[in-house]
């Protein structure tokens, strides 16, 4: 039986071989894609934010850990995407112009998608014109936008002004997060909706899509 501890362990070391499989062994095990997800993956992930931030590890520790990561989510994918559902919506995402961190991003479309969402994923260091030009030439009704630094945090609202300025508003509507980005910076830059973490994420899309 893997545990999730070993699985958060060996993100923080950075051990894609052995993420992948002891992620495998869970899933064998029955252990929840959810559970392994929020309390293996993630929750090594947050170790190796706070280690970075204290500086007792460096850049190329972070990547390694992030390379784990990917090794885990690439195994649980197939359960979080249901094949063959109807679409509920079309849906333009992507991390911000400037913002490498692709993560987060990536986990909230992989959920958006097992929703049922038609999802077009613009990748990381997205500018603000590629968010609105995408939505309307596929005629998305909603773009989803992630910034991990502050300072890329403002260009969300750019994304917004363009949204109004192609006179988008209320056709077009926006949602937001990352780890900086909170209800009230969501609330301040105008945009419709702030998702906490990926489940809140697609909550927040579905009363978006009933509202429009
Ligand atoms: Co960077 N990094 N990083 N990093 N990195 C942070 C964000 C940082 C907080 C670390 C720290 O100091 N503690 C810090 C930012 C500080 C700040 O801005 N105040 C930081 C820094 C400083 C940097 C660099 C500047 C470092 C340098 O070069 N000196 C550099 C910037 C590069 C750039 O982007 N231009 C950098 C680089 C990197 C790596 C490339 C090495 C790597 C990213 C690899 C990748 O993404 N492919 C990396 C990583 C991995 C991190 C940490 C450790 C982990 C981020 C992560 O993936 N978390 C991070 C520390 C931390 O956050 N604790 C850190 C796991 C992920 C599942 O969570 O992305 O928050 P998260 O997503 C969540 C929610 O936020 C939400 O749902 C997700 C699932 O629950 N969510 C949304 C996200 N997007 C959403 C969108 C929505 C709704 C919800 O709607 C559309």
């Known amino acids: 039986m893997a545990g999730l501890a070993e699985i958060s362990e060996a993100v923080i070391r950075g051990d894609d071989e ?40 460096f850049l190329p520790d972070v990547l ?6 990917y090794a885990g989510m690439d195994n649980l994918r197939p359960l979080l995407i249901k094949e063959g559902v109807p679409s509920l919506g079309k849906i333009v995402i992507g991390t911000v112009q400037g913002d490498l961190h692709d993560i987060g991003k990536n986990l909230v479309a992989i959920m958006l998608k097992g929703a049922g969402f038609d999802v077009i994923d613009l990748g990381n260091d997205v500018a603000p014109e590629s968010f609105v030009e995408t939505a309307k030439e596929h005629g998305a009704s909603i773009i989803g936008m992630s910034a991990l630094l502050t300072t890329t945090m403002p260009v969300m609202k750019s994304v917004v002004e363009c949204v109004e300025k192609e006179g988008l508003a209320g056709k077009v509507r926006t949602i937001v997060g990352g780890a900086p980005v909170s209800k009230d910076f969501a609330a301040q830059i105008g945009a419709d909706a702030y998702g906490f973490d990926a489940a809140n994420a697609v909550d927040r899309v579905k009363c978006l899509i009933s509202e429009n």
């Open 64 to 69: 390694m850990a992030a390379k784990a990561m």
């Open 18 to 57: 052995q993420v992948d499989r002891l992620t495998k062994q869970a899933i064998a095990d029955e252990i929840s894609a959810k559970n392994i997800l929020d309390d293996g993956l993630i929750a090594g992930m947050g170790t190796v934010g706070e280690r970075f931030k204290a500086h007792e590890i």
